[in-house]
């Protein structure tokens, strides 16, 4: 999942969003070096990460893919995915996609003590183009590849790969409508059980 859905998924609490955000920044042990809540919202970006990369659904998308480009398919699935999100994201949230948008980019932006540089720099330029909200028009999947393709090291096929994604565009919203409730109920459950243990350890 790429950054809106990380957002979203992170719950309401600001620190949790913000590491949310921070999970595609930071990489290693969490020792400490920020907040507890924005460590718990980074280890709960791995582990959207990690269910999502491991989900049926992920897993039979990425084999609709021609096979020189199924390496890279989790790539575009992140971007695609986002995009499903935004076109309907009243579905998921009870903010509109704009006010969830800026909502979070003040919330990062007032945490940006904690971020790292290129996280940073990388929050300047999403809240300048308003890049969650971008993300409900289908035109952002492509620019997102192009982009994606320029920072990769080495030849890649992402800037090549929208046909595909088009082509392919009603069994990927399939897995996506299989692939959201699942991580929107296991975050839940995960946030909840941290709120749990907080209030034990505070009583």
Known sequence: M????HLLLSGSDPDWRAGGFLGDFIRGPLTGERPAAIERGIALHR???AS?????????AKRLFPRPYRRWAPVALDVLFDHFLARDFQRFSR????????????????RREHLTVPASRFLDRMAEVDLLTAYARRDSVTRALQHLSGRARGDNPLAAMDPTLTALEAEL?????RLMPDLLHSTRTRIEAAD????????
């Open 2 to 5: 790429n950054f809106l859905a």
């Open 47 to 49: 582990h959207v990460d």
């Open 52 to 60: 999502s990369d491991h989900h049926a659904a992920v897993l039979e």
């Open 95 to 110: 903010q509109p996609l704009d006010a969830f948008s800026h909502e979070c980019y003040g919330q990062l932006d007032a």
């Open 173 to 177: 919203q399939t897995a996506f409508e």
């Open 196 to 203: 749990d243990e907080s209030w034990a350890r505070s009583g």
